[in-house]
């Protein structure tokens, strides 16, 4: 069982990324997967979540308009478009997965907006 994030880097403010959290071992598509952010000295905050059931988003307030979550199931990847970055949108970007009693991260992927 594993999800691996991939996607990150350094990107000039206003610039945009697409995060990918590529799922092996289970069956994502019954999952809730939600992308979550963890900066320099702060909490972990939950970014974005997509639901199973319907496919239904939710987004963090602070980005709604400019991050967008998307899924194929077919390749059991889950993406997070980032548009018009900003300098705190720097952090460690993690994949969640979770079902039921289980729960799966990935091991994270680096996000630096600088210029």
């Known amino acids: 069982v594993q999800l691996v994030e991939s996607g990150g880097g350094l990107v000039q403010p206003g610039g945009s990324l697409r995060l990918s959290c590529a799922a092996s071992g289970f069956t994502v598509k019954n999952y809730c997967v939600a992308w979550f952010r963890q900066a320099p000295g702060k909490e972990r905050e939950r970014v974005s979540a997509?639901?199973?059931?319907?496919?239904?988003?939710e987004y963090l307030d602070s980005v709604k308009g400019r991050f967008t979550m998307s899924r194929d199931n077919a390749k059991k990847t889950v993406y997070l478009q980032m548009n018009s970055l900003k300098p705190e949108d720097t952090a460690v970007y993690y994949c969640n997965a979770v079902y039921a009693a289980y729960s799966y991260w990935g091991q994270g992927t680096q996000v630096i907006v600088s210029s």
């Open positions: 997509i639901r199973a059931s319907d496919g239904d988003t």
